[in-house]
C-alpha cells in the first residue's frame, strides 16, 4: 500500500503532465529558444573559460605531486612526534620537581592540569620549535637517504631544488601556526600560568612600585610615591601640566584608585586632592574630598614585573610599545625583543629546514647518529644566539630589531653555504 507522500508527489507529476499536454505550442517555443541561444551561451561559457584558466594557477594543490604528500607526511608527523615525546618527558620531571610544592599549598587537581599544564605545554612546545623541526627533518631525512629513497627521487631528474618544495610547504605551516601560537594564544595562557606559579609555586610576583615618574601625555608629567598593583591604588600622587616649559597646573592627592569597573580605560578616583592653578602671579587653589579624573595611564605602567613581555599579545604589544616611546620611558627595549622575536622565530623553520635536509640528504655509512649530534648541536648554539643577542639589546643598548634577527642572519649564512654544498 502507498503511503500518503508518494500518493501526493505521484499526483503533482500527473498535473504537471496533463498542463504540458495541453500547451504544446508553450514547450514548441520554449524549445526553440533554447536551441536559438544555445550557440550563444557555449560562446560565453567558452570566452569565461579562456578568462579564468589563470585560476588554475592560484591553486596550491596544483603544485603539490604525490611525492610532494610523501614527504609532507612525513616530515608533520615526525615534528609532531618529537614534540610529544619531549614535552612528554619534560612534563615527568617538572611534576617530580614540583609535587612537594603543589602538596605543600594545596594546589587542586583542576587548577594543575587545566590551569598550569595546559599552558605550559604550548609554551615550551613553541618556544623549542625551531629544535623540534630541526630534529625532525634530520631525523626523516637521515632515514630517507639510509634507505636510498633520495638516490631513487634525484635518479628521476628531480633536482636538488625541487627535492625541497615539500619541505619549505610543511615549514609555511608550521610557521604559520607557531607565529599565531605566539602572539595571540599563548600570551593568554601564560597570565594563568604565571598566577597559578604565584599561588602554588610561591613565586614572587612584583606587585608594587615606588617613586614612578612618566610622562601621561604631552607635557603632562605623573608622580607617584607609592602604588599597590593588588589594590590598585597609589599614594602621594601628583600631576603637573606644562605650556612652553612653565608650569600652569599641579594636582596632588593622597590617594589615587584605578577604577577597574570602568567601560573605558584611563578612570581614576582622587581623594583628598588639591589643584593649583597657575597664572602668570596669580594662583587659584581648588581642592575635594574625591574627585573622578581621566589620566591618560595604566596600573600596566606602573609596575612592571619579569616576563611581562610574554603576557601581550602582538597588537598590545605594539601599542604599549609606541605608547612608552612617546611617554620617553626607558624600560620598553625587552618589548620591543620580544615583538621582533615573535616574528623572527616563525623564520627559523626554514633556515634550520634546509640546513637539516642539506647536512642528512647524503647516504653516508654510520646511520644517523652524527646528523642527530650536529642538529643538536646548531639547534642549541640558535637558542644560546637568542639568548646573548637579546641580552645584548637590554642592557648594552644593541638595537632590538637587529638582536632579534641576528640569529636568523647567522645561520642564513650556514644554510646558503649548506644549500649551494648539498648538490655536490
Known amino acids: 500500500?502507498?503511503?500518503?507522500?508518494?500518493?501526493?508527489?505521484?499526483?503533482?507529476?500527473?498535473?504537471?503532465?496533463?498542463?504540458?499536454?495541453?500547451?504544446?505550442?508553450?514547450?514548441?517555443?520554449?524549445?526553440?529558444?533554447?536551441?536559438?541561444?544555445?550557440?550563444?551561451?557555449?560562446?560565453?561559457?567558452?570566452?569565461?573559460?579562456?578568462?579564468?584558466?589563470?585560476?588554475?594557477?592560484?591553486n596550491p594543490f596544483r603544485y603539490i605531486k604525490r611525492i610532494d604528500w610523501y614527504i609532507i607526511k612525513k616530515f608533520i608527523g615526525t615534528y609532531v612526534f618529537s614534540i610529544l615525546l619531549i614535552i612528554s618527558i619534560s612534563i615527568v620531571f617538572d611534576v617530580n620537581e614540583n609535587l612537594a610544592k603543589f602538596?605543600?599549598?594545596?594546589?587542586?587537581?583542576?587548577?594543575?592540569?587545566?590551569?598550569?599544564?595546559?599552558?605550559?605545554?604550548?609554551y615550551f612546545a613553541n618556544l623549542f620549535s625551531?629544535?623540534?623541526?630541526?630534529?625532525?627533518?634530520?631525523?626523516?631525512?637521515s632515514k630517507l637517504a639510509g634507505n636510498s629513497e633520495i638516490i631513487a627521487m634525484l635518479a628521476t631528474g628531480i633536482s636538488f631544488k625541487r627535492?625541497?618544495?615539500?619541505?619549505?610547504?610543511?615549514?609555511?605551516?608550521?610557521?604559520g601556526l607557531s607565529y599565531y601560537l605566539s602572539a595571540y594564544v599563548i600570551p593568554h595562557g601564560t597570565v594563568i600560568r604565571q598566577n597559578f606559579e604565584t599561588m602554588y609555586k610561591n613565586k614572587k610576583k612584583n606587585t608594587s612600585a615606588e617613586n614612578v615618574q612618566l610622562q601621561v601625555a604631552q607635557g603632562v608629567i605623573a608622580y607617584i610615591q607609592h602604588y599597590d598593583n593588588n589594590l590598585k591604588k597609589g599614594y602621594g600622587f601628583c600631576l603637573d601640566k606644562f605650556e612652553n616649559k612653565k608650569l600652569v597646573s599641579h594636582?596632588?592627592?593622597?590617594?589615587?584608585?584605578y577604577d577597574t569597573i570602568s567601560d573605558s580605560k584611563y578612570h581614576w578616583k582622587l581623594r583628598n586632592w588639591k589643584v593649583r592653578q597657575l597664572k602668570g602671579l596669580r594662583e587659584h587653589i581648588t581642592s575635594g574630598d574625591e574627585k573622578d579624573s581621566l589620566i591618560m595611564?595604566?596600573?600596566?605602567?606602573?609596575?612592571?614585573?619579569?616576563?611581562?613581555?610574554?603576557?601581550?599579545?602582538?597588537?598590545?604589544?605594539?601599542d604599549y610599545i609606541s605608547?612608552?616611546?612617546?611617554?620617553?620611558?626607558?624600560?620598553?627595549?625587552?618589548y620591543q625583543v620580544e615583538y621582533h622575536k615573535r616574528?623572527?622565530?616563525?623564520?627559523?623553520?626554514?633556515?634550520?629546514?634546509?640546513?637539516?635536509?642539506?647536512?642528512?640528504?647524503?647516504?653516508?655509512?654510520?646511520?644517523?647518529?652524527?646528523?642527530?649530534?650536529?642538529?643538536?648541536?646548531?639547534?642549541?648554539?640558535?637558542?644560546?644566539?637568542?639568548?646573548?643577542?637579546?641580552?645584548?639589546?637590554?642592557?648594552?643598548?644593541f638595537p632590538p630589531i637587529l638582536a632579534a634577527w641576528m640569529p636568523n642572519i647567522i645561520f642564513a649564512i650556514v644554510a646558503w653555504f649548506c644549500y649551494f654544498k648539498a648538490p655536490n
Not at 103 to 122: E, G, W
Not at 130 to 136: D, G, S
Not at 251 to 257: H, I, N
Not at 371 to 382: D, E, K, R, T
Request: charged content about 15%; proline content about 3%.
Open 251 to 257: 594636582l596632588t592627592a593622597m590617594e589615587v584608585q
Open 1 to 58: 500500500m502507498k503511503s500518503y507522500s508518494k500518493i501526493r508527489k505521484h499526483r503533482r507529476v500527473y498535473k504537471a503532465r496533463r498542463w504540458a499536454s495541453q500547451h504544446p505550442a508553450w514547450l514548441h517555443r520554449l524549445v526553440a529558444w533554447i536551441a536559438a541561444h544555445t550557440l550563444v551561451l557555449q560562446t560565453v561559457l567558452k570566452w569565461m573559460g579562456r578568462r579564468l584558466s589563470f585560476m588554475k594557477r592560484l
Open 163 to 175: 627535492l625541497l618544495r615539500p619541505y619549505m610547504i610543511s615549514c609555511v605551516l608550521i610557521s
Open 103 to 122: 602538596t605543600q599549598y594545596h594546589a587542586p587537581l583542576h587548577a594543575i592540569v587545566f590551569d598550569y599544564y595546559a599552558n605550559f605545554v604550548p
Open 323 to 334: 605608547k612608552q616611546i612617546d611617554r620617553g620611558s626607558s624600560n620598553v627595549v625587552q
Open 297 to 318: 595611564m595604566e596600573p600596566t605602567d606602573l609596575v612592571y614585573s619579569k616576563g611581562q613581555q610574554e603576557t601581550f599579545t602582538s597588537p598590545e604589544l605594539h
Open 343 to 397: 616574528i623572527a622565530s616563525s623564520f627559523a623553520s626554514f633556515i634550520l629546514t634546509i640546513i637539516g635536509a642539506s647536512l642528512s640528504s647524503r647516504k653516508r655509512k654510520g646511520g644517523m647518529g652524527m646528523y642527530l649530534g650536529i642538529g643538536l648541536g646548531l639547534s642549541f648554539a640558535y637558542i644560546m644566539l637568542q639568548t646573548v643577542s637579546a641580552t645584548f639589546a637590554i642592557n648594552a643598548g
Open 130 to 141: 625551531a629544535l623540534f623541526v630541526f630534529i625532525a627533518v634530520i631525523y626523516f631525512t
